[in-house]
């Protein structure tokens, strides 16, 4: 290390903000370099003579003024709080807790306004919406699809149009068309099994109607629900003599229905028609090779007691 | 001393002398300063952890919150401005405003560095100022003018244990603090003020860096003219 180096670090050494190993290098430099050790005795004097100056305290009588003129200040000092204290529970407790008054006022404005709220809404007073584009009605539907956005050149205002679906209630006999039409509906309703399942054990009590046994067959051929077709085979039955779309469906069912309880509810249902070729055909199909060994034994005995009558 | 009775008196000392700073003072100064001990290191952390409390508190408008953080650090904030305005006065001044200037900015303390550091860096700044604005001034750093105007010398109020024992010795330090205190007027404000943070108050240079807003290296150097001038100045004094 060279003399300059090591004489321009001194103040630092004596002062203690010397690293460990720049320490150790200069205080080997000193056992050896004897300009450096007078530089360094130089240092360690003045230090010595400006510690001599001590470091007074301040009287007891200056700091107890000076903190009595403090606390008065800051009787008549408005402290500036940051941004983030605007939205602080605790604070705001605090002003609630020192501020019965404010209290007391936020307490009635919402009691006030829950008032004059309410007396809109009984007296039908709701006024339309300052946009104009989503009335109170609609506001409550839930929002099917996005049909359309577009933008106003050179404005901020922006056009969008949508569906929405709302939800709404009606109540009528068995009678009423509009009833009627809406279980029909129902019959079809690929969302809830459940629904399906009520609509087709109301709409079986009315099985006359041509479109309510079209709905009952639909559901037979195609409703993903086993619960729903045995509703339908059950509407059905009554129908199984007279109408040879019934008769094909059941005996679709019986040949093909991936559930067995379908297709066990199907043999009873097509037992009126046993002696009719198609669905003799079919029970001789499932009498000699079916792999339910019950639905092969219901076969076998409708073929029998078929040709006990014969 | 033992580790735990160090951590005790300190925390002793915060409830009944508030005496100040806890931070980053060193233990002692000169080639072979000891490293801070366990017990030391641990009030430190527990100042801290006071005084993020306090500030909180502070922060949300406890007025007794803030009142005990000014009584924990007001003392070692008017023995720095006493000494760098060499004015009771001026002193008392400075502590008012740093203080008031402290409460109305304090929701904008962001925890960044310590409650000290944030304090002192605001009274090293008015100190600064009041420095550049009176560059002349008649009395040295050895003598205070009191509230009434008078002058008395600030050893004048240390007791010497040696004191009228050895009145030759005792005249030898006044001459040489009054030496001293014309080697600081010839300093520049910011390097007496590096000086007194670093020699009297004991500050790490680091600190010290971040108390004026600049980096350590510079306050070295800082460090280094201030020393270099002093002595000069008082080897053109013998």
Known sequence: ?310 | MPAEMVLHLRVGARVHQHTGFAGELEGESGPLATPPMRGQMVSQALSRLDDSVLIREAQRGNRAAFEELVRQYDQAVLRLALRLTASEHDAQDIYQEAFLKAYRSLGNFRFECSFYTWIYRIVTNLCLDHLRKKKVRKEDAGVVVNDEGSEYSLLDQVEDERSGANPERDLMRRELGKKIGLALKRLTPRERTVFELKHYQGLKLRTIGEMLETTEETAKNTLFRATQKLRGALAEMR
């Not at chain 1, 009787?75 to 407790?93: A, M, N």
């Not at chain 1, 729903?228 to 008769?247: E, F, H, P, T, W």
Request: hydrophobic share 40%; glycine share 6%.
């Open chain 1, 1 to 310: 290390m060279k003399c300059e180096t090591v004489q321009e670090n001194l103040v630092l050494l004596i002062y203690g903000e010397l690293a460990d190993d720049a320490r150790f290098q200069i205080e080997n430099h000193l056992q050896d370099c004897s300009e450096c050790t007078r530089e360094w005795q130089a240092v360690r004097q003045f230090h010595a003579q400006a510690s001599s100056l001590p470091a007074l305290e301040p009287t007891p009588n200056l700091l107890a003024a000076s903190r009595l003129r403090l606390h008065e200040a800051l009787d008549t000092t408005e402290q500036s709080r940051g941004w983030r204290f605007i939205f602080d529970p605790i604070v705001w407790l605090r002003q609630m807790r020192f501020s019965p008054a404010l209290a007391a006022s936020i307490l009635i404005i919402g009691f006030t306004a829950g008032t004059l709220t309410m007396w809109d809404v009984m007296h039908g007073n709701l006024r339309p919406s300052p946009t104009g584009v989503i009335n109170p009605a609609s506001s409550q539907a839930s929002i099917a699809a996005i049909s359309g956005i577009s933008q106003e050149p050179g404005t901020n205002k922006v056009q969008i149009k949508y569906d929405t679906v709302q939800q709404q209630s009606t109540q009528g006999s068995l009678d009423d068309p509009k009833i009627q039409q809406l279980l029909l509906y129902a019959a079809r309703n690929q969302q809830n099994p459940g629904v399906r399942v009520e609509s087709m054990d109301l709409l079986t009590k009315r099985c006359g109607d041509p479109r309510v046994r079209e709905a009952l067959i639909y559901a037979l051929r195609y409703d993903k629900n086993p619960g729903v077709r045995l509703k339908a085979v059950d509407g059905l039955q009554s129908y199984v003599k007279n109408d040879v779309r019934v008769r094909d469906a059941g005996v679709e069912a019986l040949l093909y229905d991936a559930n067995q309880g379908v297709r066990i509810a199907a043999i009873h249902m097509l037992q009126p028609v046993k002696a009719d070729g198609s669905v003799r055909a079919a029970f001789r199909q499932l009498a000699s090779k079916d792999s339910n060994a019950f639905i092969r034994r219901e076969s076998q005995r409708m073929l029998a007691s078929e040709a006990n009558i014969d």
